[in-house]
Every structure is written in structure tokens, then in C-alpha cells.
């Protein structure tokens, strides 16, 4: 609808200019009570009260991202009502790790491995990785590779298995459940846990799911930790949180995951104690809606596992694994 003059503030405003010019003109006793009634409808009419005019809109500030929220929480978990067996590995068939299901890396090998690690990860070598008596068993050991004729080798004095189902396994979301007794002695740095699947644009950039990492200088404490390009050890913001499981490298515990597309849980036996929140503020934050990978692995030393030493008189040393069952609606 087209405005009229009546509709503009502008030409109200003027109108009212030249009232207050002739009424102060003229000789009348209650003219600057009038002048001033006239001065408070223009305000009034300037300011949007009243006539056709409609006061300004204030608009709320956006709202802010709230973070992935307090890692640390003590509340019943276990497996989602309806959650059903999408995928497991029960390791009931005596040999190598089924090669359906695992395959080896041994991608740094020669260049020597992350975070200042110790280890060479062998590949099908039943003295680092075997399935035997129903569970799966990843050995580090304190060995020379020398003449050992393995191509791949970097001069490492410690020999481990780290098992991927990279390529042939991967999930977006659902519950995980690794039932394990892990590895004690200094220097033992083993570990449950995720990456995305290929292909990666950059770590931490695509998310980093921990299931379960324990260092052995420190036994019986269980950490779980997401790592993303907002929150990581590199930025001194790691959003971790750790609970105490005394009997863990004498005793089988279920180490658990729960992820959907808002909130990721860590438990142990069906107590969670970690949750990482979706605040919705972007890929940089929660850069998990897309599949990732089981790894596990027994590395040694390193920046975390080895800030104590490598006590050598510990080797061998063991993983095993009763079963990992991944649950989906």
C-alpha cells in the first residue's frame, strides 16, 4: 500500500513547526501550555507512539556457543533400549585376527611413530598379535628386529601390534562395547579408540574418539578423551576425563561408548564418566557425524606413556580382548 503525506513522520513534523510559530505570534495568555502539549506530540510522533508509525525492532544477540560442556559425569549407562548387534568380533577361532574383519598399521613404522613412540607395529606376526583361548592378544615386546628381515623396520627396540578396521569396518553413531584387561608396567601406553575413516582432511581435524587409554606409570586410572581442531593436547584443552578402575590390568572390564548425533558418553561397566557435547557451532567442535574406525593398539613410551621411563625388566606384556560388539538402533 502506497503512503500518503498524513503517513510520513516528516511531513507530521512540520505541520506541528508551524503550529508553534503562529501560537507564539499571538497575544494569548495559555499559549505555552499549548506549545508545550504540540512539543510532546512531535516527540511522540517522532519516536513511533502512536499514529501509523510501528517502534523499532530490537533484535536479541545471537547466541553464544556453550562448548561441549562439563567432561566429567557420574551416571548409568549400558546398552540403549532397542540398540541391537550391528557388528562383532567374539575372537572364538584360534590364529591370527580375522583378516574380514582387521587388517595391521605399520603406516610410521620406518619414520618412527607419533608422539615420540618406542614401538614397531608388526603386521600378521603372531608373536605381537594372535587370537588364542577366546580372546584377542596384543604383546609388546623388548626384542631386536635386526635380521628379522622386515622392510618396514626403523631401528625400533620394542616390537607391538596395532589392529584397524579401516576399510573394512566403520560407524556413524551407535554403542561400542569392548570387554578387555589391559597392560600395567611403566612405559605401557595401550589404548580403545577411533578415527575417522578415509579420507581425512587432518588430525584432529576430522575427530578423535578414546574409548579407553591408560598409561602404566599411573595404574588403574581409565581415560576417555575426544580430540577435535577446537580441543586437543596441542592446545592445552583436551577435554578428557579419567575414572579409577584398580583391577584393571588383573581383570576384564567393559569399556564403553555411546554416540549419536548430540552427546558423546565413555563408560565402564555400564557407569558412564565422560560426555562431550554437540553445542552446534561447527565442524571445528564436533566433527562427528561421519564413520570412523576401531583401533588397538599397545604403544610404547612416548610423550604421555613414557614421561616416567620405560621400565624394561616389564616385557612382554599383553592386551586381551574378550569381544567388541558395536550396538545400532
Not at 513522520?9 to 505541520?15: A, G, K, V, Y
Not at 595391521?104 to 613412540?117: A, I
Not at 625400533?156 to 578396521?165: G, I
Amino acid at each position: 500500500m502506497q503512503a500518503t503525506d498524513d503517513d510520513n513522520p516528516m511531513s507530521r513534523m512540520s505541520f506541528f513547526l508551524s503550529q508553534i510559530t503562529t501560537f507564539i505570534s499571538r497575544p494569548h495568555s495559555g499559549r505555552w501550555l499549548l506549545l508545550l502539549a504540540v512539543t510532546t506530540a512531535i516527540f511522540s510522533s517522532a519516536c513511533g507512539g502512536g499514529g501509523s508509525g510501528s517502534p523499532p525492532v530490537i533484535q536479541p544477540p545471537p547466541p553464544q556457543p556453550t562448548g561441549p560442556g562439563t567432561s566429567t559425569i557420574n551416571e548409568a549407562g549400558g546398552i540403549p533400549a532397542g540398540f541391537q548387534i550391528a557388528w562383532s568380533d567374539e575372537f572364538n577361532v584360534d590364529g591370527l585376527p580375522d583378516p574380514m574383519k582387521w587388517s595391521y598399521d605399520t603406516d610410521r613404522n620406518f619414520l618412527g611413530w607419533y608422539n615420540n613412540e618406542l614401538q614397531y607395529y608388526a603386521a600378521a606376526r603372531p608373536d605381537n598379535s594372535s587370537v588364542a583361548n577366546g580372546s584377542l592378544v596384543i604383546t609388546a615386546r623388548k626384542e631386536n628386529l635386526d635380521g628379522a628381515g622386515l622392510a618396514d623396520w626403523g631401528g625400533q627396540a620394542y616390537s607391538s601390534a596395532r589392529l584397524v578396521t579401516r576399510g573394512k569396518a566403520q560407524w556413524t553413531y551407535g554403542f561400542i562395547e569392548i570387554r578387555a584387561k589391559l597392560p600395567c608396567g611403566r612405559g605401557t601406553w595401550p589404548a580403545l579408540w577411533m578415527l575417522s575413516s578415509p579420507p581425512q582432511s587432518a588430525w584432529p581435524d576430522d575427530g578423535e574418539i578414546d574409548i579407553m587409554e591408560h598409561v602404566g606409570f599411573d595404574p588403574g586410572v581409565v581415560h576417555g578423551t575426544m580430540h577435535t581442531l577446537a580441543y586437543n593436547h596441542t592446545r592445552n584443552n583436551s577435554r578428557t576425563a579419567t575414572t579409577n578402575v584398580p583391577d584393571a590390568c588383573t581383570a576384564f572390564h567393559r569399556y564403553q561408548l555411546t554416540w549419536n548425533a548430540h552427546q558423546i558418553k565413555v563408560g565402564v561397566d555400564d557407569r558412564n564418566f565422560y560426555q562431550y557435547s554437540n553445542d552446534g557451532s561447527g565442524n571445528a567442535e564436533w566433527p562427528f557425524d561421519s564413520a570412523q574406525y576401531l583401533i588397538f593398539n599397545i604403544a610404547v613410551g612416548g610423550d604421555w606413556g613414557g614421561q616416567m621411563g620405560v621400565d624394561d625388566t616389564i616385557f612382554p606384556v599383553k592386551m586381551e580382548v574378550d569381544y567388541v560388539r558395536v550396538y545400532q538402533p
